[in-house]
């Protein structure tokens, strides 16, 4: 599958989430973040049953061990360093945390914000730079 | 209505993520496509983070920026500085940072949660989750950290520093912070809110004593299994504040970097034929069984750069086995002129790469992609062994207990039953060394004075450039 298709259709469905999301946001004035933090208890989604929790870890376990065993020796390098960058996701939490309403939650989260987007940012350029070596010559 | 459907689009956004991290990881597959994957996992990060800023909740957006704008800036100059042979050390790094945003994240929600803590909202599973994240988050940090400092070889960390009851004292260690995080989850709920924050903190720093405890024992040959296992760990930290938050994403990607880490984990331990606890508990004994060094090296003969090119003249097949001392001379380039310079004059060239072979996975593959080596060449042990029989010469360069027959000769050895590149099979074999120092396992290697094995003490660089150079002239 050439690559030009495959980032086309992904950059696809960000724009549309991105366009979804933002125009909820515009559509209708009382989603805006301003008013909504004027509640002292937030609003927030119900949380999962632990049991549905536990069913999306423990299939996202066997899905990475599965996907993680094609992974060929030569490529271990690279691996460890793109699924470290993964582990950033932890900047989405972060973010959150950030922007809720809390005295020393937002200042905590910042620092978290940083750190996660050096693990971020860092590793997918340093496995970006060490891809680039893996050239058949 | 629309409140309700901002948090659906939120979780589709996250799904999308988490679909776009699969395919990346997926992609790792081959080289051809790994590039791609990489791009893919980057998309989605910034689905998820862009989703995340989105969020209805989220305020504050120039603080939040400025935060994903100072880390995106550090985290590009240090990976755009770094040289390839210092790869281990680099993503040592950055697993710890992410260790600790994690441990920072359950911390920050659970501050932004006091009411409902006190009002004894949290369930228990949640308040679990909260202990494991600063335990495990707070292990990688500092762990990874001192991981980070023994692969750069800092003098004072060369050595596992030992102390008397090292064992029970870490035990203890352990022990203790498993009861403070029962205590806050007891506490947590009771609505005691601030003795759970008290108790996070001292998990957390316990923790950190943990961490730096756990790979302290560690040493040299032992790195990658430690790497492989606090990679894991990040990702373990990840998945457990994804709980605490409630976000799928986290919990997905946690898991897939988890697993990612374990099967790595568990790769080395075979390649090493040691298990895990072995690896993180035991004692290597250093040299205890086997004949001493000066009985088995008895035998051992010598020779020049000049020897070699002859021995090599002529020859149809040759292999290369790298090992770290191949990373210590940063010799990766001048063996790739040497195979280059082989193979121009019809020589066969591989090169044999042992899963432990330097300090982390794929160490030595990615020195020697940086060195231009094309990676057909670059053969796994499995695949290489078996044709070892038909082997002209094996040059082998900077690796020592992985060409070590004794792995196979003696069940008593420290690396007995450890699977090895077996280049006691070939015709010829050519040791590159400086001297007859034994490699990590303290142990005599009966490979080099074996009768047809020659050695060549010299810097592994300049050996190899001098071999060259030799070639081209004779």
Known sequence: MPVASVLWKAALCVVFCLVVTAGTLLADPLAAPSSANNSAVVAQPARPSLAVSVTIFVLAILLGVEVIGKVPATLHTPLMSGSNAISGITVVGAVIAAGALGRWGPAVAFFAIVLAMINVVGGFLVTHRMLQMFKRK | MSHLWRIEIATFAYLVAALLFIWALKSMAHPRTAVRGNLLGVLGMGLAIATAILDEHVAGYVTIVAGLIVGS?????????????????MVALLNGFGGLASVLVSGADLLNNEAAVRQGHWPIDVLIAVAASAIVGAVTFSGSLLAYGKLQEFAALKKPIRYPLQQPLNALLGLVVLGLSAWLVVAGGAGHFGTVIGLFAVIALASLLLGLTLVNPIGGADM????????????????????????????????????????????????????????????????????????????????????????????????????????????????????????????????????????????????????????????????????????????????NDVVNPVAKTDPKSPIAGMPIIEVDRCRTVIVIKRSL??????????????????????????????????????
């Not at chain 2, 990976?79 to 042979?85: C, E, F, I, N, S």
């Not at chain 2, 004994?285 to 060094?293: K, L, R």
């Not at chain 2, 000066?294 to 790298?322: F, H, M, N, W």
């Not at chain 2, 810097?459 to 071999?467: C, R, S, Y």
């Open chain 2, 73 to 89: 800036v550090v985290g590009a100059v240090l990976a755009t500085r770094v040289q390839m042979t210092g790869m281990p050390q």
């Open chain 2, 437 to 474: 120092s034994p490699g990590f396992a303290g142990i005599a290697n009966p490979l080099f004075a074996a009768d047809n094995t020659l050695l060549l003490f010299a810097d592994g660089k300049e050996a190899v450039m001098e071999i060259t150079k030799a070639i081209k002239a004779g």
């Open chain 2, 224 to 399: 990658p299994v430690v790497i492989s296992l606090l990679n894991s760990y990040s990702g373990i930290a990840a998945g457990m504040t994804g709980f605490v938050i409630a976000n799928n994403v986290l919990m997905i990607g946690g898991a897939l970097v988890g697993a990612s880490g374990i099967i790595l984990t568990q790769i080395m331990c075979k390649a090493m034929n040691r298990s895990l606890t072995n690896v993180l508990f035991g004692v290597l004994d250093a040299g205890g069984s086997g004949p001493a060094a000066s009985e088995v090296y008895a035998k051992v003969r010598s020779t020049t750069p000049e020897d070699v090119a002859l021995l090599l003249d002529g020859v149809q097949r040759v292999v290369i086995v790298p090992g770290y001392g191949m990373a210590v001379a940063q010799a990766q380039h001048a063996v790739r002129e040497l195979g280059k310079t082989l193979e121009d004059k019809g020589v066969s060239v591989e090169y044999a790469i042992h899963p432990v072979a330097g300090r982390m996975p794929g160490h030595m593959n990615v020195l020697l992609a940086e060195a231009d080596v094309s990676y057909d060449k670059l053969k796994e042990m499995d695949a290489i062994n078996p044709t070892m029989d038909t082997v002209d010469v094996a040059i082998v360069i900077g690796a």
